[in-house]
């Protein structure tokens, strides 16, 4: 059974920092690219970063360029988005997704976690 599962959300002042994980089961994760997506209330759900399972290439969404990283850990099958100088506007339900390119589009990724909250907030 494929399972993406997200952790590290939560609760965070602005400027501050906050690393979220996508343990990932069910697939080998070598073979998948994985994207991190976020989508705030009443806004579309959009591509945050992505990195390939090939050479490990990253990309990142411009509003989050310089602030972001994301890693992966192929061995414990995880993912990891730092999220540092975060700003209010970073508030949405992150998550994390599994498909067969590095792209920052929804409709390329086949298996999605449940997502978990990041709130920055003073």
């Known amino acids: 059974q494929v399972q993406l599962v997200e952790s590290g959300g939560g609760l965070v002042q602005p400027g501050g920092s906050l690393r979220l994980s996508c343990a990932t089961s069910g697939f080998t994760l070598d073979y998948y690219a994985i994207g991190w997506f976020r989508q705030a209330p009443g806004k579309e759900r959009e591509g945050v970063s992505c990195i390939s399972s090939s050479d490990g290439s990253t990309y990142y969404a411009g509003s989050v360029k310089g602030r972001f990283t994301i890693s992966r850990d192929n061995a414990k099958n995880t993912v990891y988005l730092q999220m540092n100088s975060l700003r209010p506007e970073d508030t949405a339900v992150y998550y994390c997704?599994?498909?067969?390119?590095?792209?920052?589009?929804?409709?390329?990724?086949?298996?999605w976690g449940q997502g978990t909250q990041v709130t920055v907030s003073s």
């Open positions: 997704a599994a498909g067969p390119g590095p792209l920052l589009i929804a409709a390329y990724y086949y298996y």
